[in-house]
């Protein structure tokens, strides 16, 4: 390898490497935040999975820990104010500080809008908008007082289009771009930056969803995303990263849409 080529590989190794950071992932003891926890982990960083789901939780923590991954796995239900606090205390009590924070516990219930009962509604608001505003801000308390961090929201394609069936999950994602964008504004000078990014259609089933493909839902859906399928999860390491990474480090308050295409359709 050519001189020129090792000077490369380093350069690309500092801006888009994750080594040694410390990343807290709620929702990860399965479907994309464990996905992503295993990525983050094989890239060398240091990974705290949580999940309101003890028994998952711990399944998770030795899969990751049998592939190398220097992970901690900390309970918590990001619906209460307090176990969120306890998660972000946990983080740094297990290693010294919090570099990254991906908010992305999620349900969803899909029915015609005027059929949501009131418990239906806030739990999916609880879980969806309320846990990424507690886990923001306690990660935020953190960064601030250590100098920086990233923030990486998961939102949907839902939250800026109208598709039938989504009425309340459409509306909490809503409300987690326009919260990303409002405290991205606000910790800008202090090195924290909040972004949130948007997939499509992914070959995961949040809960709630039903798996079942042929379904009117379900080909409506791959109707209007213009590469015909759903995401793997694989294809959202990359985006995830790089927000996590130095590359981004003059990116904050900004919606990454990652949908084969969906919303510019």
């Given at each position: 390898m050519s001189d020129q080529n090792v000077r490369l590989t380093i350069s690309i190794d500092r801006l888009f490497g994750v080594y040694g950071k410390v990343v807290c992932i709620s929702g990860s003891s399965r479907g994309l935040g464990k996905s992503l926890a295993g990525?983050?982990?094989?890239?060398?960083?240091?990974?705290?999975?949580?999940?309101?789901?003890a028994e998952e939780l711990r399944q998770a923590e030795a899969e990751l820990a049998d592939k190398g991954a220097d992970v901690a796995a900390i309970h918590a239900n990001v619906r209460s104010h307090g176990d969120c606090k306890a998660l972000?205390?946990?983080?740094?009590?297990?290693?010294?500080?919090?570099d990254v924070m991906i908010c992305n516990a999620g349900i969803d219930i899909i029915r015609p809008a005027q059929t949501y009962d009131e418990l239906e509604w806030d739990d999916i608001v609880d879980v969806n908008l309320r846990g990424y505003y507690y886990c923001a801000k306690f990660a935020a308390q953190a960064m601030l007082s250590q100098g920086g961090g990233s923030i990486i929201m998961t939102s949907s394609v839902a939250s800026s289009l109208g598709i039938p069936g989504l009425a309340v999950y459409a509306a909490s994602k809503g409300g987690i771009n326009q919260l990303a964008r409002t405290m991205a504004v606000e910790w800008a000078t202090s090195g924290v930056?909040?972004?949130?990014?948007?997939?499509?259609?992914?070959?995961?089933?949040?809960?709630g969803v039903h798996p079942d493909l042929d379904t009117p839902y379900q080909r409506r859906a791959m109707a209007r995303t213009p590469m015909g399928r759903r995401g793997e999860l694989s294809e959202y390491f990359g985006p995830y990263v790089f927000l996590a990474s130095q590359a981004a480090s003059f990116i904050t308050g900004e919606i990454l849409y990652v949908d084969g295409g969906y919303a510019a359709s």
């Open positions: 990525c983050f982990g094989q890239l060398g960083a240091k990974v705290v999975l949580s999940s309101h789901n972000v205390n946990g983080v740094i009590d297990h290693f010294g500080r919090i930056r909040v972004n949130a990014i948007a997939p499509g259609y992914i070959n995961n089933f949040m809960h």
